[in-house]
């Protein structure tokens, strides 16, 4: 399979007024085509930053980024504004989850869909705004021809998400970057639009970086997931592998504090304790370990030693991060763990 995107070591960090801020510190990974790769995580985990970085949009900030991103042979990180520029659009497009925001209030939708088009093809205004109406009608909004004259905030929030889609997609790209697209939306909306990306990513055959907190969205769209915690990846593998036989204790924690339909409605909902650490100082050693309810069990010191993201067993594509041996973790995971999803 080829790869469409490859991330190597990329490292995004801030200086601020109270340090040194490691929003992102030594993540790599790879999306083959036609694919979707979930990266999930909190708030601070350094998703959003990956994707960001991704689409090269801290060039000529104060961030500085080191490691290789490589989409269609260019590397995001050495090239020129100019380049990623050319790249934006027909190799790489953005859903952002705030649509009204991404939108420009003043221009009617469909002039912001063919202008997008226009900046990476040579057309006329009349055959951009052509392909504007056909995305619109293709992302499920009626009346496309009419709704190209409104604006922004005459559609609702989910309407506004499919002109984002459309607007995306209008130049066919390799590969789609959807930041918590469905966040803001309630279920049944949310429902709609995951169902509408996966139709398209059958149309136009892109692959999908799919950005999100939610692991019931990661349940619906993804193939592969890679599990993100204070700037750093924790656990990669399969959506089966990572939901039904997860290694982390993070991914423990969250997959057990999913509220359960089933059961006394009195029982009590199951939380990961404390906080996400702070990027600037980073606990020493494993950046989990002032949660983690089984660091005790690890033969190595988890406070000092942070572990390497390695094979659940040699050869394995299923990687984790954290000093457990394989054997105490499948216990626990039997003992603890699975009688509680
Ligand atoms: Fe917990 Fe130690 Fe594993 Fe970190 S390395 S997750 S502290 S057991």
């Known amino acids: 399979m080829t790869a469409i995107l490859q991330v190597k070591d990329l490292k995004v960090h801030f200086q601020t007024d109270d340090g040194l801020v490691?929003?992102?510190d030594g993540v790599s990974f790879e999306i083959e085509a036609?694919?979707?790769l979930g990266i999930v995580?909190?708030?601070g985990s350094g998703k959003s930053v990956t994707s960001l970085a991704i689409m090269g949009l801290h060039k000529g900030s104060?961030?500085?980024?080191?490691?290789?991103?490589?989409?269609?042979?260019?590397?995001?990180?050495?090239?020129?504004?100019?380049?990623?520029?050319?790249l934006r659009g027909k190799s790489m497009a953005m859903i952002f989850q705030d649509s009204l925001a991404a939108l420009h209030p003043f221009f009617k939708v469909g002039d912001q869909i063919a202008e997008a088009y226009q900046v990476h093809n040579k057309v006329s205004k009349k055959?951009?705004?052509q392909v504007a109406v056909e995305m619109l009608g293709r992302v499920g909004i009626p009346n496309?021809?009419?709704?190209?004259?409104?604006f922004p905030h005459q559609f609702s929030g989910g309407m506004r998400q499919r002109v984002m889609i459309a607007m995306s997609l209008s130049c066919n790209p390799k590969l789609l970057i959807a930041d918590e697209p469905t966040t803001a939306l309630d279920v049944t909306v949310q429902a709609q639009i995951l169902d509408l990306l996966r139709d398209l990513q059958r149309e136009f055959g892109s692959s999908i970086l799919m950005i999100t907190h939610d692991l019931g969205v990661v349940a619906e769209?993804?193939?592969d997931v890679l599990l993100m915690y204070a700037g750093k990846a924790i656990e990669r593998g399969t959506v089966r592998e990572l939901?039904?036989?997860p290694e982390h204790p993070y991914a423990w924690g969250l997959l057990t504090s999913i509220p359960k339909l089933t059961g006394a409605t009195d029982s009590e909902l199951l939380a990961i304790p404390g906080t996400p650490p702070s990027l600037i100082t980073l606990p020493s050693g494993c950046s989990f370990s002032p949660r983690c309810s089984y660091k005790n069990r690890s033969k190595v010191d988890c406070e000092s030693a942070m572990p390497e993201l390695a094979g659940v067993k040699s050869n394995s594509s299923h990687l984790v991060s954290c000093h457990l041996s394989e054997t105490d973790r499948v216990a626990i995971f039997k003992s603890e763990i699975a009688p509680k999803l």
């Not at 104060?62 to 995001?76: N, Q």
């Not at 496309?144 to 409104?150: I, K, L, N, V, W």
């Open 144 to 150: 496309p021809t009419q709704r190209m004259e409104d």
């Open 34 to 36: 036609g694919k979707t």
């Open 41 to 43: 995580g909190e708030s």
């Open 22 to 24: 490691k929003a992102v």
């Open 62 to 86: 104060r961030a500085a980024v080191s490691g290789e991103i490589l989409i269609d042979g260019v590397d995001v990180n050495q090239a020129t504004e100019a380049e990623v520029n050319k």
């Open 221 to 223: 769209i993804a193939d």
């Open 127 to 129: 055959a951009a705004q």
């Open 243 to 245: 939901l039904k036989t």
